[in-house]
């Protein structure tokens, strides 16, 4: 019932930026969104949450300062932007929508998945 699908990610230069974006064609839009990173065989890092009345950010401590994360309601879609990007933030990314009895930065919060997509940090 929740179809999530992240676009925006590309190939960029260490110092870059690029703006990533999660649009939600489901039916379900209630509960809180979040972005993961996963970098090839590594778990899957907390990036950054964002409670569904919008008031609430949250970022993990590697991205706090470069990051951005925001949603527009009315496109039922959520951005992060990234800035300053170094050569560790290559990864793929992927939003989330959940509303579990964990915490926000913890992936079994959340319900749904969307596919990813690549950010690549070159010098």
């Known amino acids: 019932q929740v179809r999530l699908a992240e676009s925006g990610g590309g190939l960029v230069q260490v110092g870059g930026s690029l703006t990533l974006s999660c649009a939600n064609s489901?039916?379900?839009?209630?509960?809180?969104m979040a972005w993961f990173r996963q970098a090839p065989g590594k778990e899957r890092e907390f990036v950054a949450a964002l409670t569904w009345s919008g008031t609430c950010t949250y970022y993990g401590d590697s991205v706090k300062g470069r990051f951005t994360m925001s949603g527009d309601s009315a496109k039922n879609t959520v951005y992060l932007q990234v800035n300053n990007l170094k050569p560790e933030d290559t990864a793929v990314y992927y939003c989330?929508?959940?509303?579990?009895?964990?915490?926000?930065?913890?992936?079994?919060?959340?319900?749904?998945w969307g596919q990813g997509t690549q950010v690549t940090v070159s010098s």
């Open positions: 489901g039916r379900i839009f209630s509960g809180n």
């Open positions: 989330a929508l959940g509303f579990g009895d964990y915490s926000l930065s913890n992936p079994d919060h959340y319900n749904f």
